[in-house]
């Protein structure tokens, strides 16, 4: 079983700033790997599915890349709605999520 | 518009079964395989189980597996998850999501509409 950790816990920063947020796999999931947002009492919303491959809708300031074990969300400049929960999930012979990154308002 | 509602969450004891329903719209069904996630009180995200677009294949997370049964009805647009021999740590938020591959593989899924979740809370 894939076992997803992701860096840091909380991510401090500022609206403008660049956001990186890391998603390590125990072994390799290829390029099975996605990206989710989730906010207060909504439900998660997809941003990134295979690695790099925005969701319909979703702004280009997201962006992915990684392959094999390691994975990167980076939000190019925050915007005030992009304060949020953010979850990596691989797809390779079943579902797994990682425990999730906060970005916060510095 | 994609739409999915989750209904059937209740409070429940420690021992006891309760079945949850997702009815969808707005995308032809049975192209899809459909998923159940869960979220616990302040915890991060679950999978939990998924079926084939065919209503064939389910698979279960090792935490389910043997007390969750998932099925769906194609003639209904309508998605079940059977909770039996319910426990304390079964407690969460659970989700139903649609799978963003049209007849794509159960195991390989990207979750692409999520609906607003139905609460289960089991007491010990």
């Known amino acids: 079983e894939v076992v997803l950790t992701q860096s840091p816990a909380t991510l401090s920063l500022s609206p403008g700033e660049r956001a990186t947020l890391s998603c390590r796999a125990s072994?390799?999931?290829?390029?099975?790997l996605g990206w989710y947002q989730q906010k207060p009492g909504r439900a998660p919303r997809l941003l990134v599915y295979?690695?790099?491959h925005r969701a319909t809708g979703v702004p280009h300031r997201f962006s992915g890349s990684g392959s094999g074990t390691d994975f990167t969300l980076t939000i190019s400049s925050l915007e005030p709605e992009d304060f949020a929960i953010y979850y990596c999930q691989a797809r390779k012979e079943g579902a797994t999520f990682g425990g999730g990154t906060k970005v916060e308002v510095k | 518009e994609v739409q999915l509602v989750e209904s059937g969450g209740d409070l429940v004891q420690s021992g006891r079964s309760l079945r949850l329903s997702c009815e969808a719209s707005g995308f032809t069904f049975d192209d899809f395989a459909m998923h159940w996630v869960r979220q616990a009180p302040g915890k991060g995200l679950e999978w939990v189980s998924g079926?084939?677009?065919?209503?064939?294949?389910?698979v279960y997370a090792d935490s389910v597996e043997g007390r969750f049964t998932i099925s769906r009805d194609n003639t209904k647009n309508s998605l079940y998850l059977h909770l039996n021999l319910l426990r304390a740590d079964d407690t969460a938020l659970y989700y139903c999501?649609?799978?963003?591959?049209?007849?794509?593989?159960?195991?390989?899924?990207?979750?692409?509409?999520w609906g607003q979740g139905t609460l289960v809370t089991v007491s010990s």
């Open positions: 295979d690695a790099s």
């Open positions: 079926i084939g677009w065919e209503t064939s294949s389910p």
């Open positions: 999501a649609k799978d963003i591959f049209r007849r794509g593989a159960t195991t390989w899924s990207v979750f692409d509409n």
């Open positions: 072994q390799s999931v290829d390029i099975y």
